[in-house]
Structures are given as structure tokens and as C-alpha cells.
């Protein structure tokens, strides 16, 4: 027999064998990508369902106490219960109907969140744009705004009780924060199941309103000893006033450098000549046009003596009376 066909006829198994690894890797990358666009509407799936038990469980309860009002009330009328008993099992019945209202407003919560995060759904596999990435980049954004109060000194000094662990409210905040840090993900491409979704997205939440908290806590305080302006809008920090001030400065630069490039090279010139000579002892600048536009730029210049071109003083390094 021929050695190819031989070969084929030992190895046939090795093509399929290939090609089904191929298609298992294939189908796990797609139920991966598709476990991570649905991560959020899984999520609000199983907490509807939980919403959903705890409605059942909460109606049962409350027939149940309906029950033992009608037990206690016949009891009652044979004299063998007390009106405390009544009065105990009728505020249990009130209990129980409120926790099956609750838990039935609960459902009804849950399912509007389904239904949201339906809507909501990508239709794209970018990382970015992803329930968990969008989650992450929430909480980056919180912190980031906590770390203005850090690093910039003015904040530092008009809000003391930002970095404060000692008050209530940024002992809170810093809580929440631990708490969120603990439930983040390695990163937005980790796989991680819904429950576990669900405590994240809960702990960014409560540090979203800690933060605010303790932000709205702080402005009060700055507002009421004077540190800051009345609206937050008014204020700016150091840093971005060394900027600003900076991009004046190189904005007044460069229009002087460009007006200079923009001018006659004659004017140039005799403007060149005009400061050599009146950087060189006992001469007089050179009358014209072009010495008169920086007369006015020394204010040390003598009157002139005969109506001509005024007389600069000679620079020396030792001192001199007037009459000398």
C-alpha cells in the first residue's frame, strides 16, 4: 500500500479530533462574551426571582397571622384569651400585611430593572462598553474625585474634613470605599456570576452616596467659617490658576515674538542700533523714526536741552554728583 494512504488511514481521527477542539474553543469564547453583555440583565433576573420568593413567603405570612387573629378572637369570645392577646395578634397582622406590600412593591422594582437592563443591553463585545467596565469606571470616577481633596492643597485646606477619618460622614465614605474596593473585579474582562455582580454594583452605589454625603458635609462646614466661595461653581484650585495664568503668559509671549518676526527687517535694524548705542557709554541714540516709539520705555531719560532728541544718561559704575 502506499505510505500516504497508510498514514491517513492510521491518523484519519487526528482532523475531526481538531476540529471539534476548535469549535468547543470557539463556543466558549462566544458564551463568554455573551455572559459578560448579559451579566447585568442575569443579574436583575436572579434578583427578581428572589424578589419573587420573598413575595410568596411574605403573603404566606401574612395569612398566616390572619388565621391566629380569627383564632385569638374565638378564644377571646370563650374566655379563654385576654384582650392583650387580640390587640398582640392583630398588630402582627398589621406587621405581615405591610412585608407583603413591601415584598409586592419589591417584585415590581425588580422587574422594572429587568426590563431596563433589557433595553439597555449592548450589542457590541467592546470591553468598554460593557455592564461591569461601565460599573468600574463609576467607581474610578468617584474616587478620583475624593483624590482632589487629597492632592490639591487649597481643597486640603478649605476641606479638612474630606481626609478626616475621625468625622462621621467620611468615616462612612471611607467604609464604603474599603467595601467597593473588596467587591472589585481583577478587571472588566474577569468572569464573575451574577451574585457577585450584584454585591459589586450594591457597594459602588453606597459609596456614590457616601461620597455625596460627605462632600455636601464639607461644603457646609467650608461655606459656614468663610473658606470658600457660596457656590461650588465659584470655585478654582491652584492648580488651575497656575495654569491659566501660565497659558496668559505664553499667550503674551508668543503675540510679542510674532509682532517682532512681523516687523521690516530695516526697522529692525535701527531699533538693533538704536539699543547698541544706548548700551554704549557717551553716545547718543541715533535720530529717526524708529528711536522715537521706545523713548517712553525709559523713564529715566533727560529732558532734551534744545527741543532735539533727549539725551540718555551715560551708565556708570561708580557713583556721580548731578554737576559732574
Do not use: C
Amino acid at each position: 500500500m502506499d505510505p500516504l494512504w497508510a498514514s491517513i488511514a492510521e491518523f484519519w481521527w487526528v482532523a475531526p479530533a481538531a476540529a471539534g477542539l476548535g469549535a468547543a474553543g470557539l463556543i466558549g469564547v462566544h458564551h463568554r462574551r455573551t455572559a459578560a453583555r448579559r451579566i447585568e440583565v442575569d443579574t436583575a433576573r436572579l434578583e427578581l426571582r428572589g424578589a419573587q420568593s420573598d413575595a410568596v413567603a411574605a403573603r404566606s405570612a401574612a395569612r398566616i397571622a390572619r388565621a391566629d387573629l380569627a383564632r385569638v378572637q374565638a378564644e377571646r369570645a370563650a374566655s379563654r384569651a385576654s384582650g392583650d392577646d387580640v390587640a398582640a395578634a392583630r398588630r402582627e397582622l398589621t406587621t405581615a400585611q405591610r412585608d407583603a406590600k413591601a415584598a409586592a412593591a419589591s417584585v415590581r422594582s425588580r422587574r422594572a430593572r429587568l426590563t431596563a437592563a433589557r433595553a439597555a443591553l449592548p450589542h457590541t463585545s467592546d470591553p468598554a462598553r460593557l455592564p461591569l467596565a461601565r460599573l468600574m469606571a463609576e467607581h474610578d470616577a468617584v474616587t478620583a474625585a475624593w483624590m482632589q481633596y487629597e492632592t490639591d492643597p487649597a481643597k486640603l485646606i478649605a476641606f479638612p474634613e474630606m481626609p478626616d477619618a475621625r468625622v462621621p460622614v467620611t468615616a462612612v465614605f471611607l467604609s464604603a470605599r474599603a467595601a467597593a474596593s473588596q467587591a472589585r473585579p481583577r478587571d472588566a474582562k474577569a468572569r464573575i456570576t451574577p451574585a457577585e455582580y450584584a454585591a459589586y454594583r450594591d457597594a459602588v452605589h453606597r459609596l456614590t452616596l457616601a461620597f455625596k454625603d460627605a462632600e455636601a458635609s464639607a461644603w457646609r462646614e467650608a461655606r459656614a467659617s468663610g473658606a470658600v466661595p457660596p457656590q461650588p461653581q465659584a470655585w478654582v484650585s491652584v492648580t488651575q490658576t497656575a495654569v491659566l495664568r501660565s497659558g496668559e503668559v505664553l499667550a503674551r509671549v508668543a503675540e510679542e515674538t510674532i509682532a517682532a518676526l512681523r516687523q521690516p527687517r530695516g526697522d529692525r535694524d535701527q531699533d538693533a542700533r538704536g539699543s547698541q548705542a544706548r548700551r554704549t557709554p557717551g553716545t547718543a541714540p541715533t535720530a529717526g523714526p524708529a528711536s522715537a516709539p521706545h523713548a517712553d520705555r525709559i523713564p529715566d531719560a533727560a529732558p532734551p536741552a534744545s527741543g532735539g532728541n533727549p539725551v540718555w544718561p551715560v551708565p556708570s559704575r561708580e557713583t556721580r554728583r548731578p554737576d559732574a
